[in-house]
């Protein structure tokens, strides 16, 4: 997945306008439906052209006209990175502390410095924690992750992975995994998602909220503010909180690689995030998507 975008900027909110909403429509949209949709959270028409630009280098979306209709489709061999990114944002599995644990140990000489450094980027990216140089962990699950990332980088080779129980180490092993997660950091992604979309949640639950119609990115930092107290949100109202909410929540995952608790310190907000995303889901993303449809039809 490309996580090379800030959450919140045009291009961001276009992948993960196409992460969420592409594939539902066939694979096709017109121009004026997407510059329609992402005008309602607060992109404008040329910074969604110059998204578009970007995606379409990055191999994922192909201008495709159809008829008089200028459009653009999904470039199909963007749809297994979509697919594998669908699992890991929707799908968040936390380990247990009887699971085993999948260790990566690998070796690359210096003239292959720029494999080492997509390897470590990788492995970084897939949420695997840094014991040492050349020895990296995370949970068992990952397992055919990053044998497939080791698959696509052309050293599986030059690598070994390991499943094991609970590595033994000298000081109390959340001290360790202090060491090799930023936890702290990742802790802060949490509280601030969190802090954007918990109240928003408990408006719903009791009154639903009114997602706000964002005008530019700066308006997203207080959508927990815009919320209504009379109806369910409406289709135009749920796309816009949903598509908000799942472009700050999509990096989370990566990072996040699901932790035992035996590795978390005290008051880890890490599950109250996990369960408010999905609580947020619920709500959020058939009228969401309802919406979209809806535009990309011309009604």
Known sequence: MDLDHTSGSPTSLLRTF??????????????AALLDLLAAVGVSNSSTRSAVSRLKGKGLLIPDKRGTVAGYRLDPAAVTDLERGDRRIFSYRGQRDDEPWCLVSYSLPEVDRSKRVQLRRALMGLGFGAVIDGLWIAPGHLRA????????????????????????????FAQAAARWWELDTLAARHTEFLGLYEHSASRMESSAPKAPH??????????????????????????VLWLRCVDDWKTIPYVDPGLPPSALPANWPGMRSVELFAQLSRSLAEPARAHVREIAAGR
């Not at 196409?18 to 121009?31: A, Q, T």
């Not at 992750?145 to 109390?172: G, H, M, W, Y």
């Open 214 to 239: 964002a005008e530019s990115s700066a308006s997203h930092a207080t959508v927990a503010e815009h919320t209504g107290s009379a109806m369910q949100p409406e289709p135009r109202q749920a796309f």
């Open 145 to 172: 992750e990053v044998e497939d990332a080791l698959e696509t980088l052309e050293v599986r080779n030059r690598a070994t992975i390991f499943l094991t129980q609970t590595p033994l180490t000298a000081e109390p």
């Open 18 to 31: 196409v992460g969420l909403h592409l594939r539902d429509l066939g694979g096709w949209i017109r121009v």
